[in-house]
């Protein structure tokens, strides 16, 4: 018959305290296996619509897997920064992007690397002043005609334009 107190006798005790820990080793490795390869999935795989976020110029891995996250996009940001560092290059575009919470991670990081949605293409006929130029902008953007002057007398961004 067995009795539990023989576990812990002299002889029994080290190989018990080692199939504890043994044991507790594995369960913590199954379920960091699991709780990542469900990260790696799609949020929604039935959810087919697909939301717009802005990725800002100088955004690093975690910093872009903290914006997909607050749009629900990647169940971890942790987790895509390390997948993004160990499978792909690190080469994100920055940019406006169309991504589904349908997608998984690898799809995500490939549009992420391909780069944003397509610019609105319009005219400015040479000579035009700021303020029409913004008046332009406006009605062929969602940016209102005060963002646009905004940003364009902001010299950080004149800067960063100019050395793209």
């Given at each position: 018959?067995?009795?539990?107190?023989n576990?812990?006798?002299?002889?029994?005790?080290?190989?018990?305290?080692?199939?504890?820990?043994?044991?507790?080793?594995?369960?913590?490795?199954?379920?960091?296996?699991?709780?990542?390869?469900?990260?790696?999935?799609?949020?929604?795989?039935?959810?087919?619509?697909?939301?717009?976020?802005?990725?800002?110029?100088?955004?690093?891995?975690?910093?872009?897997?903290?914006?997909?996250?607050?749009?629900?996009?990647?169940?971890?940001?942790?987790?895509?920064?390390?997948?993004?560092?160990?499978?792909?290059?690190?080469n994100?575009?920055?940019?406006?992007?169309?991504?589904?919470?349908?997608?998984?991670?690898?799809?995500?990081?490939?549009?992420?690397?391909?780069?944003?949605?397509?610019?609105?293409?319009?005219?400015?006929?040479?000579?035009?002043?700021?303020?029409?130029?913004?008046?332009?902008?406006?009605?062929?953007s969602?940016?209102?005609?005060?963002?646009?002057?905004?940003?364009?007398?902001?010299?950080?961004?004149?800067?960063?334009?100019?050395?793209?």
């Amino acid at each position: 018959m067995f009795h539990f107190k023989n576990l812990f006798q002299d002889g029994n005790k080290k190989k018990t305290i080692l199939t504890v820990i043994i044991v507790c080793l594995l369960i913590i490795i199954a379920s960091g296996y699991l709780y990542i390869h469900s990260a790696l999935k799609a949020v929604n795989p039935h959810h087919q619509t697909e939301k717009r976020i802005e990725i800002p110029t100088g955004s690093n891995v975690l910093k872009i897997g903290t914006i997909l996250k607050e749009h629900h996009l990647i169940k971890n940001p942790y987790v895509f920064a390390f997948y993004a560092r160990l499978h792909h290059d690190e080469n994100f575009q920055a940019g406006t992007f169309e991504l589904s919470t349908a997608m998984t991670l690898d799809e995500i990081v490939q549009r992420l690397q391909k780069g944003g949605i397509a610019a609105i293409e319009f005219t400015i006929p040479e000579g035009t002043q700021i303020d029409e130029i913004a008046a332009i902008v406006s009605k062929h953007s969602s940016y209102s005609q005060q963002q646009f002057l905004k940003q364009v007398d902001d010299p950080k961004f004149i800067q960063l334009m100019i050395h793209k």
